[in-house]
């Protein structure tokens, strides 16, 4: 009898080693689960040299990665796997008509939130269809800037320990699809605008961007495109922008402006403390882009967006805020999409 207790009271201390470990253990096995390695740290150090070979850093600009042109090395996206990309037919007499109708403008090709407006003398159709939006690719130096105003916006599977896996990650891959595929230098700016200390911060952040994008257009005056990379905020129920491109699911894009200017009961109130000499030029860039789209990828493209003040778009003529999925959409649907996004800026400003 006395062995027999013995025996179990030996089997219950067992069990109750087992449990105290299983609770001590458990939380950093659940920690490692819902925090995933970082996407550049996932593959051995010659996978990591293959798909992502050394960059050389502008003297100066500590957080500026230089993209130099060169052959791909890699899978950026799915896209990769195709041989051809499609290229822009001219416009039909019969369409170039329909986009001189500003009611056709205002509900195929723009969208104006409530609070501005959008006047008919915005839209000069046949100017903004002429004019040269092209770049010089043979200049030294670097041709496009990348930065990200809100470097913190995440997507559904990003994890906020590891900015790369958002939207900065993103614009990374952009950087390097125009510099191995289309031969553009392009510098792509990490600097963090709303996070301060460590936290986030988006309170001030375009006041806080301005001094340095602005030193950086100074320090590099062959760029001449700038590019501010966002992802978009819906709310928790709405779902994720998702269209299929060549059968890859693929987060929508959004070319966005402001205009400067508030609707008051219906009254455009020009916003005198926030001038952009170059807003007609940024209103023809994503006229164009958003033409470009519709007949590239049609539906990839939502309408472009105007709201009432300036953001990061008054220090080049050639600027765009770009929106990229929302919250909802995955890293790989939002990377997916610098292909086609890359493949429609060339389109505009290589003139292909």
Known sequence: ???????????????????????????RLVQDIQEPMP?????????????????????????????PPGPSSGPASQFEQL????KLAPLSQEYIDSLTNFN???NRIFLADPETILLPSDIDV??????????????????????HTHSAEMFA??????????????????????????????????????????????????????P?????????????????????????Y?????????????????????????NRNGQAINIDRLPNPYQRENLNFSFRLQLAANQLYPGLARRVYLRAFRYSLHMMPLSTLVEVGNQHNTLRQAKNAMYPLANIITAVVLGE
Not at 40 to 52: D, K, P, Q, R
Not at 83 to 86: G, I, L, M, N, Q
Not at 160 to 175: E, I, K, S, W
Request: charged fraction near 15%; aromatic fraction near 8%; proline fraction near 6%.
């Open 1 to 27: 009898m006395k062995k027999q207790l013995l025996k179990q009271r030996m089997v219950l201390s067992l069990l109750l080693i087992c449990v105290v470990a299983t609770f001590q253990v458990w939380p």
């Open 39 to 67: 996407l550049w740290l996932s593959t051995s150090s010659a996978e990591l040299h293959a798909t992502h070979p050394p960059r050389a850093i502008v003297v100066g600009l500590e957080d500026v990665v230089f993209t």
């Open 83 to 86: 041989t051809s990309r499609p």
């Open 104 to 106: 056709y403008l205002t």
């Open 126 to 147: 046949h100017n903004f269809l002429e004019a040269d939006l092209t770049i010089d690719t043979t200049v030294d130096g670097p041709q496009v800037l990348i930065f």
């Open 157 to 210: 599977d990003s994890n906020p320990a590891y900015p790369m896996t958002g939207v900065m990650g993103v614009g990374r891959y952009l950087a390097q699809i125009l510099a191995e595929h289309y031969g553009i230098k392009t510098l792509h700016y990490t600097g963090r605008f709303d996070v301060i200390d460590g936290r986030s911060h988006r309170g001030g952040s375009y006041e806080r961007m301005e």
């Open 212 to 236: 340095v994008i602005r030193q950086i257009l100074a320090d590099n005056p062959s760029i001449q495109l700038v590019i501010d990379l966002h992802r978009d905020g819906v709310g928790p």
């Open 238 to 262: 709405a779902g994720p922008f998702v269209r299929y491109v060549d059968g890859i699911p693929t987060a929508q894009i959004m070319f966005f402006n402001g205009l400067s200017r508030q």
